[in-house]
């Protein structure tokens, strides 16, 4: 009974977390450049000692837990808005952001000119070109080409840095839009192409969303009745035990 106390517990508190994800995702199923993420579990076995199990002992002694969460860098789609300064990526790459926290990597092109003359973000954090320098942009008509290059009013103005990861880089996500990268893990895109005038849209699918919230609040409330359950057992054997004694 015990181990299926602490496989309902541990169940129940990984279905906690992983509402959390999804509600973080539900959260930002409208904000440029967004990365879903995917929650994931390890096994953990009640016992301490390595012994051999039957199947019947193997179901009530391993239960998961949430292990952590992965990203989802699959490509969103790509809407015009109209801005020349909204740009987006096609492809595995990123833009290039100084932060006041360091060098970040983002998704969202919702770039626009600051009263300083420095392309930046919605932060107000500067976008950097390939020597991680911030581009400064004069008065004119801003047109952005597909290796990045920055024009206004044809004449080169600086050009974005757009990094792209090998795939087993791990990312680290900060904020809603931007990611901590392994130093020295970026290198210079070569499979990766800027179009201006369009943003990328978060790569969540808001019905698929939708649907695994339910279904992990209904594994939750089942969880929570299995405790109760287990609960009311445990209450009504020690109350036994000292009518006995």
Known sequence: ??????????????????????????????????RGQNEFYDAVTASSEPQALSPLNAAINDYGVLGGSSINFAQGNLQKFGNNLDLAIKGSGFFVVQTPRGVRYTRNGAFHVSAAGQLVDEQEDPVLNPRNLPIQVPLGTVAVAQDGTVSVDSAVAGQLQVAEFAPETQLTPEGDTNFIAPAGAARPAQNSTVAAGMLESSNLNPIQETVTLMVLQRHAEMLEKALSIFLDDFNRTAVQELAID
């Open 1 to 34: 009974m015990g181990s299926g106390y602490y496989a309902a517990f541990t169940g129940l508190a990984a279905r906690m977390d992983a509402l959390d994800v999804v509600a973080n995702n539900l959260a930002n199923i409208s904000t440029t450049g967004y």
